[in-house]
């Protein structure tokens, strides 16, 4: 009974230090970490645009991850606002330790991701052999992320698609 104690006094010891909003220990994040949707199981994507049945799969990853993205599911008013039709600077929403509790999101418009959005074309471009592959930067707690601050490390095709408060990826 005393061990046993003893084991239930430090572990709620340890439970009074540990923060529900930030993680107490970031020493091994390198940010920034980028993960993509649809996943493959190597580093490629392989389909054939005139057999439907190879780019299913990944059709169905994109519509299964831009679900959570969809309009009727970002109308409660206690955890999302509008920020705007454009990306914007950083909006400071409260230091990490304070009693806030959850803070609001920008509400995200699927329509901002254009013809890989899935509004108009269904199958994300995979018809036409114009795959849409959906880049996201992963939530590191206290990393702010900037675009260039000039367009000289940005390839020469890649420059005309430039738009403030967005980090370009070219592929």
Known sequence: GCLAAIFIGTIQAMLLTLSEYKPTWQDR???PGLTHTPRSDKAELAFNPRAVETFL????????FL????ESKQKDQMKYEDCGDEPADYKNRGDLDSDVGVRKACRFPRALLG???????????????????????????????RPPTSNESIPEEARPKVQPNVIPIYC
Do not use: M, Q, W
């Open 29 to 31: 994040v390198a940010p």
């Open 115 to 145: 013809p890989c959005s899935g509004l108009e074309d269904t199958e994300f471009g995979f018809k036409e052999g114009k795959p849409c592959l959906i880049v996201k930067l992963n939530r590191i707690v206290n990393y702010r992320p």
């Open 57 to 64: 799969p990944h059709t169905k990853a994109l519509r299964e």
């Open 67 to 70: 679900n959570n993205y969809d």
